[in-house]
């Protein structure tokens, strides 16, 4: 276990509808990424938060965003929900080093179905 | 849970038998790898890392190499076993960029047969 934890594991909403997903990062971790993986293909990144900023994005709508809170737990919201936005939503925290790449551990994701 | 296997690569082996599985990266300025284990309806699993001024990192039961020339990263598992049956995935990090972002390989499935 990781100690990265997400909720819910499942939901189901509508094409349109807005979603939430939480995301709590292990203990003394202080970034926080969140990845999209579609069935059968690796994981896309969509952003990072470092200390409540945004530190980077990937090749996503500005219809996803996100938060990180003072406890560096995060939420990614997606807005005017699309059938293709159908995934397993996966956050990772990794314990920031400036300069140098480091290690990201992951949660157990949430499965998003979009009908 | 659901399957992350579809249409991806498969590596069959005997239980016992050494596995590699192997990856091609796609930024020659990348920096930082990590091998993943994801297992049906769970998030990745860290196995090993390595850094480019390495070409080699063992860890229990599994070594990852690196070939910065050709850009080709292998994982090998020693005397495969049933629970090392999942997908697994190569992962990279570009250097020097303000964002550690991963980014993933296609994967591979493996499956241990008993």
């Known amino acids: 276990e990781t100690g990265v934890t997400q909720s819910p594991t499942h939901l189901i909403k509508t094409r349109g509808q807005q979603v939430t997903l939480r995301c709590s990062s292990q203990s003394g971790h202080n970034t926080v990424s969140w990845y999209q993986q579609a069935l059968g293909q690796g994981p896309q990144f969509i952003f990072q938060y470092y200390r409540e900023e945004e530190n980077g994005r990937g090749n996503f709508p500005p219809r996803f965003s996100g938060l990180q809170f003072p406890n560096y737990s995060s939420e990614l919201n997606v807005n005017a929900l699309e059938l293709d936005d159908s995934a397993l939503y996966l956050c990772?925290?990794?314990?920031?080093?400036?300069?140098?790449?480091?290690?990201?551990?992951f949660g157990p994701g949430t499965r998003l179905t979009v009908l | 849970g659901e399957s992350v296997g579809l249409h991806l690569p498969t590596l069959s082996v005997q239980e016992g038998d050494n596995s590699i599985i192997n990856c091609a990266y796609s930024n020659s300025a990348s920096d930082y790898f990590i091998w993943y284990k994801q297992e049906s309806g769970k998030g990745p699993q860290f196995i090993i890392d390595?850094?480019?001024?390495?070409d080699k990192r063992q860890g229990q039961r599994v070594t990852v190499l690196l070939n910065k020339t050709v850009k080709h990263l292998s994982l090998q598992i020693a005397a495969t076993q049933p629970g090392d049956s999942a997908v697994y995935f190569c992962a990279e990090t570009p250097y020097g960029g303000a964002t550690n972002k991963l980014i993933f390989g296609t994967g591979t499935l493996l499956a241990v047969q008993p």
């Open positions: 390595i850094r480019s001024n390495m």
């Open positions: 990772a925290s990794s314990p920031r080093a400036l300069g140098t790449a480091d290690t990201q551990y």
